[in-house]
């Protein structure tokens, strides 16, 4: 399994990350455990995880996906083979996710609780990677850029407090890195800036959605991305399952996530099924399933340091690890670039 750096850290991880936010709703228990040993045999040993988990979010799950990897780390006896990330939720009115029944801030108090409550949930003493999950401040996100930039004057907690609070954990030896999510270059850079300004913790790695129908990324981040050593971890390769095709022409399929759960709104705009249709052609051009193709896409990509990806059944699993035999070459980029240059980002 090829390996990146994280950032500027000494860590190396799997250039494949196992994300687990559908953990204890849409998948069990027992198809967890499966899959985690699946992905620990591939050689994929990073997974990430968020004190929001499982998704969607409400009380009777919040950190069963947290309590299902600790588990299988402690059945296993696992944690010093795995690299544990996961996220403090950023300013929402989930009044369920702390004691006092109040809306999630990134304040030094709600960090703590919240760390305290992920290391317990994941039965270990140290996180690798900590990630803030969205920002404090209101900026535009989850696909509401479609309708255009908004500017909000509220700044929410101020970035020093918020990365003084997660130096101490540092310090403390609770979290080794730290990283964001769900950020823009204002805020990356702002991030950083208080870092160096104030001798705190350097951001390692942005998690944010990225595919075949979103590629904002490239405005701005990218090219920050390396030049800062700050990688995306890329979410969402498939967008949700979209690239595969099955939710075409109102396409439902028993079991997905959009029968379940009704929330593929972020894939369902105006030109998505225009140019998944496209893809979809450019993949089997090429002879490679659409899925496969869609996660090399993206794994390929010289900004991303990992790939997180989400599989419903070890069917899908297989085809993810397949992804990593795709060569991709100078035609299948000619190819995709080409519809990109169509039909841009039509799910941002």
């Known amino acids: 399994m090829q390996k990146r750096r994280l950032g500027r850290t000494d860590l190396d991880v799997?250039?494949?990350?196992?994300?687990?936010?559908?953990?204890?709703?849409?998948?069990?228990?027992?198809?967890?455990?499966?899959?985690?040993?699946?992905?620990?045999?591939?050689?994929?040993?990073?997974?990430?995880?968020?004190?929001?988990?499982?998704?969607?979010?409400?009380?009777?799950?919040?950190?069963?996906?947290?309590?299902?990897?600790?588990?299988?780390?402690?059945?296993r006896k696992a944690r010093d083979k795995v690299i544990l990330a996961t996220k403090v939720a950023g300013r929402s009115p989930a009044a369920y996710m702390r004691p006092d029944g109040g809306e999630t801030r990134l304040t030094p108090d709600q960090i703590r609780f919240a760390v305290e409550r992920s290391l317990k949930n994941l039965q270990t003493d140290y996180i690798d990677l900590y990630q803030i999950h969205w920002p404090d401040r209101q900026v535009p996100l989850f696909g509401s850029l479609r309708t255009g930039y908004?500017?909000?004057?509220?700044?929410?907690?101020?970035?020093?407090?918020t990365l003084g609070a997660l130096g101490e954990l540092v310090t403390e030896g609770k979290v080794r890195h730290i990283g964001l999510s769900n950020e823009t270059p204002y805020g990356v850079m702002q991030f950083l800036n208080a870092a160096e300004r104030g001798g705190l913790p350097r951001?390692?790695?942005?998690?944010?959605?990225?595919?075949?129908?979103?590629?904002?990324?490239?405005?701005?981040l990218a090219e920050m991305a390396i030049e800062e050593d700050v990688g995306l971890l890329a979410?969402?390769?498939?967008?949700?399952?979209?690239?595969?095709?099955?939710?075409?022409?109102?396409?439902?399929?028993?079991?997905?996530?959009?029968?379940?759960?009704?929330?593929?709104?972020?894939?369902?705009?105006?030109?998505?099924?225009?140019?998944?249709?496209?893809?979809?052609?450019?993949?089997?051009?090429?002879?490679?399933?659409?899925?496969?193709?869609?996660?090399?896409?993206v794994t390929t990509r010289s900004f991303v340091t990992s790939n997180i990806f989400g599989a419903r059944n070890m069917e899908q699993l297989e085809t993810i690890f397949s992804s990593l035999e795709i060569d991709w070459t100078e035609e299948m980029e000619k190819s995709v670039?080409?519809?990109?240059?169509?039909?841009?980002?039509?799910c941002p």
């Open 235 to 297: 979410y969402s390769p498939i967008a949700q399952g979209a690239l595969t095709g099955k939710y075409l022409d109102g396409g439902n399929p028993p079991g997905s996530r959009k029968a379940l759960f009704d929330r593929l709104q972020r894939y369902e705009t105006p030109g998505a099924d225009d140019a998944i249709r496209g893809y979809l052609a450019i993949a089997q051009q090429f002879g490679a399933d659409p899925a496969a193709f869609a996660m090399q896409f």
């Open 337 to 346: 670039n080409e519809l990109h240059g169509r039909i841009q980002n039509p």
């Open 203 to 220: 951001v390692a790695s942005i998690q944010n959605a990225y595919n075949l129908l979103n590629r904002v990324f490239e405005a701005g």
């Open 14 to 75: 799997p250039v494949l990350c196992l994300g687990t936010m559908m953990y204890g709703d849409q998948i069990a228990e027992a198809d967890a455990v499966l899959q985690m040993d699946a992905c620990s045999d591939h050689g994929i040993n990073f997974f990430d995880t968020a004190e929001m988990y499982t998704v969607p979010p409400k009380p009777e799950t919040q950190g069963e996906s947290e309590r299902i990897v600790g588990r299988w780390i402690a059945s």
């Open 150 to 161: 908004t500017h909000y004057e509220d700044k929410g907690v101020p970035i020093d407090e």
